[in-house]
């Protein structure tokens, strides 16, 4: 053996006897044993990893999730930043009723070192959900609500003006906030964006049937056959058939790219710190709740008309998004004029963006909202949760 090889071979021994002394530093240690000592791997002691992940301990930090009455109902929203002087980015989740505040544990991570981060579940969705309230759901209730909501957060945080992202049917509720009060928003970000339900659903069911002769599923064919013509004329689209061409628009990847649902995104609500075990039993009922009370309200809103916006306005399109078609969005996003408009394509999703990207969705929201801010005041009151009333336009 020469020399090199030598001294190679012993280089060798003393990184192993270091790696070795490290090991046995690190798992020797009583609070890291004390800490993963038989686990019993149930979905209590996994929330606890989650919430222990996410904490925020900067002294001018906030972490809070809490109910506030608004307009006469409770509703619960989550506020965490690590700089309570960070501008505020509202996120008006989908659905009706698909929350975005029990997935937003992985979705949103690293948000709130750039943002101060609120997640609303809606009226009778999530954790707001209350049956004895269920029969106050209507999209001109929702509009007020979310009023409100902007209202107390510019009141609280004094901040006039905050960042808002509507995701899905929550993009229906920012976008008409952002025609009638541009003046509270830095810019308005369309996630999914909603412009005209029924051509979007022409458009869904067109598609899905070509997909389902494309792939020689005569079931689907058959199905899809049995509620044509869709969404045509002004005739109401009876749920039923809307959760049909939803079955097969997601089956063939229309929601969720390269996937037959997203039951992916649903089972993370089950490792939320901020659920309980009620909320989760709940989180369906309530969903199912707010679909058949606001959704054919819903089936007939167009935006298609809205020409000009007097706030920055950024879309996020999922290039495989059927489910609510990308391609409806952009076509509208051509001709609207704003200020200053940005569109970015997800090419490796479909309407659950996200969620399917979150790298990207994160650096967009860093790269084009966060600089709109400007100085924002360095520093903040503490977010307190007071009752709030009702916010006119």
């Known amino acids: 053996m020469n020399f090199v090889e030598d001294r190679e071979i012993s280089v060798v021994r003393r990184s192993l006897w270091f790696l070795m002394l490290l090991v046995a530093f690190l798992y020797a240690s009583t609070p890291v044993h004390a800490a993963t000592e038989g686990f019993p791997w149930n979905r209590t002691e996994a929330v606890k990893i989650v919430a222990g992940l996410r904490k925020i301990v900067t002294p001018g930090g906030v972490e809070r999730l809490q109910a506030l009455s608004i307009n006469g109902v409770e509703q619960w929203v989550s506020i965490r930043s690590r700089d309570r002087a960070n501008p505020v980015l509202l996120v008006v989740h989908g659905g009706p009723g698909w929350v975005a505040m029990p997935t937003s544990w992985y979705f949103a991570q690293g948000w709130d070192e750039y943002f101060t981060v609120v997640q609303w579940d809606q009226r009778g969705a999530g954790k707001s959900y209350d049956p004895s309230t269920v029969d106050t759901l209507s999209v001109e ?73 494309e792939r020689g599923n005569s079931e689907a064919v058959a199905e899809l056959q049995s509620i044509a013509p869709y969404a045509e004329g002004s005739v109401a689209v009876p749920i039923a058939d809307l959760y049909m061409q939803r079955k097969w628009v997601n089956a063939f990847g229309g929601a969720a790219y390269n996937r037959p649902d997203a039951g992916f995104e649903a089972a993370a609500m089950a490792l939320s710190p901020d659920y309980t075990d009620d ?39 999922g290039r495989h998004d059927i489910n609510v078609s990308a391609q409806v969005a952009a076509e509208w996003f051509d001709w609207v004029r704003a200020p200053a408009k940005k569109l970015v394509w997800f090419e490796y999703s479909a309407h659950e963006m996200l969620v399917e990207e979150p790298g990207k969705v994160f650096l967009t929201l860093i790269n084009e909202l966060r600089p709109l801010a400007g100085g924002v005041a360095e520093t903040a009151p503490a977010v307190g949760f007071p009752a709030v009333d009702q916010a006119g336009d």
């Open 279 to 317: 909320n989760l039993r709940d989180v369906w009922k309530a969903q199912a709740t707010s679909v058949e009370r606001l959704m054919p309200e819903v089936m007939e809103l167009s935006m298609s008309s809205l020409s000009d916006l007097r706030v920055p306005v950024v879309l996020l399109l």
């Open 141 to 213: 209730q929702m509009r007020r609500d979310l009023d409100t909501l902007v209202g107390w957060i510019r009141s609280e945080t004094r901040q006039d003006r905050i960042f808002l992202l509507g995701h899905s049917w929550g993009s229906l509720l920012g976008l008409d906030l952002a025609r009638r009060h541009p003046e509270w928003l830095y810019a308005y970000v369309g996630a999914g964006q909603v412009v005209d339900m029924r051509e979007s659903e022409r458009r869904g069911w067109a598609w899905a049937m070509r997909e389902a002769r």
